[in-house]
């Protein structure tokens, strides 16, 4: 196998999260225990050593946190606990994940008559396709998620969108309009999304944010965070149909009762758009 491992700076955060599986699959309590992340990131390894020796050294020779491959591995959890719940009410769901990156979320959720669509940009799905093989129910979509002709090809019924790790890399304007567009071509479609704080945008705080990206992540500039909000509600008021059900914070696990400014750095929001 030879994969063309040319991937943007974006693109990149998928090695990190694919890297924070596998480890949680291979410590001693498993949180998310997903052993197909182990095997690709073999592959991937393999790869790169011959292919590109920069990022095989970047992604191999650096140790993890284990703080991060907890936050990244509760957050899995949680966000497959919202795909599986939502399946027990509508066992024939479509779910869409936006930026899936390497992650085979498909394996641990499926129950055999969902319809699941991975969508991400070519440089990764270009990779993906070639580790993880399409089924008669699962698709690959190799695009931008902002390339609104995606939605024309699923079911407009019980559909659920999960996007972790993903919009606070992209534009505000962008985001609006593929909530719109979701709004006007989906039936009440519900959506799961990670959200950043518009506070930790400006000043020093977003200096401290870049100097985490860049030294503690090794993320290159490219993979810059674009988009915050003040609060889990605030997308409320893009639209009277943009409803916030819950939202959740990997310290509600680690830590509960934590205050606001805690909580709300980098969590998750659940919605239905009505």
Same mark, same amino acid.
């Given at each position: 196998?030879?994969?063309?491992?040319?991937?943007?700076?974006? !693109?990149?955060?998928?090695?990190?999260?694919?890297?924070?599986h596998?480890?949680?699959?291979? !410590?001693?309590?498993?949180?998310?225990?997903?052993?197909?992340?182990?095997?690709?990131?073999?592959?991937?390894?393999?790869?790169?050593?011959?292919?590109?020796?920069?990022l095989h050294?970047?992604?191999?020779?650096?140790?993890?946190?284990?703080?991060?491959?907890?936050?990244?591995?509760?957050?899995?959890?949680?966000?497959?606990?919202?795909?599986?719940?939502?399946?027990?009410?509508?066992?024939?769901?479509?779910?869409?994940?936006? /930026?899936?990156?390497?992650?085979?979320?498909?394996?641990r959720?499926?129950? /055999?008559?969902?319809?699941?669509?991975?969508?991400?940009?070519?440089?990764?799905?270009?990779?993906?396709?070639?580790?993880?093989?399409e089924?008669?129910?699962?698709?690959?979509?190799?695009?931008?998620?902002?390339?609104m002709d995606?939605?024309?090809?699923?079911?407009?019924?019980?559909?659920?969108?999960?996007?972790?790790?993903?919009f606070?890399?992209?534009?505000?304007?962008?985001?609006?309009?593929?909530?719109?567009?979701?709004?006007?071509?989906?039936?009440?479609?519900?959506?799961?999304?990670?959200?950043?704080?518009?506070?930790?945008?400006?000043?020093?705080?977003?200096?401290?944010?870049?100097?985490?990206?860049?030294?503690?992540?090794?993320?290159?500039?490219?993979?810059?965070?674009?988009?915050?909000?003040?609060?889990?509600?605030?997308?409320?008021?893009?639209?009277?149909?943009?409803?916030?059900?819950?939202?959740?914070?990997?310290?509600?696990?680690?830590?509960?009762?934590?205050?606001?400014?805690?909580?709300?750095?980098?969590?998750?929001?659940?919605?239905?758009?009505?």
């Amino acid at each position: 196998m030879k994969l063309n491992m040319n991937i943007n700076d974006i !693109s990149q955060t998928a090695l990190l999260t694919l890297q924070c599986h596998a480890a949680d699959a291979e !410590s001693q309590s498993p949180i998310l225990n997903d052993k197909s992340a182990v095997e690709t990131l073999n592959t991937l390894k393999t790869e790169l050593i011959h292919e590109d020796k920069e990022l095989h050294k970047k992604l191999f020779h650096s140790k993890l946190k284990k703080s991060l491959v907890t936050h990244i591995a509760l957050r899995a959890k949680q966000y497959d606990h919202y795909i599986t719940e939502f399946i027990k009410s509508h066992p024939n769901v479509t779910v869409v994940n936006i /930026g899936c990156g390497l992650d085979n979320r498909y394996d641990r959720v499926n129950n /055999g008559t969902i319809q699941f669509f991975d969508i991400d940009l070519p440089d990764i799905m270009s990779i993906k396709s070639q580790l993880i093989p399409e089924t008669d129910n699962y698709f690959q979509l190799s695009q931008s998620v902002f390339d609104m002709d995606w939605i024309e090809k699923i079911n407009t019924e019980h559909v659920m969108l999960v996007a972790e790790g993903v919009f606070m890399y992209c534009k505000e304007q962008d985001v609006r309009c593929l909530f719109s567009a979701l709004k006007t071509k989906l039936n009440n479609p519900h959506i799961v999304f990670e959200v950043f704080s518009s506070k930790w945008l400006k000043g020093w705080k977003q200096k401290l944010m870049n100097f985490k990206l860049r030294k503690q992540l090794k993320f290159e500039k490219g993979a810059a965070y674009q988009f915050g909000i003040k609060d889990s509600d605030e997308i409320e008021n893009w639209s009277e149909n943009f409803k916030l059900l819950e939202d959740w914070s990997y310290f509600d696990v680690i830590k509960p009762n934590s205050s606001d400014f805690l909580r709300k750095i980098q969590w998750t929001v659940y919605y239905v758009i009505k």
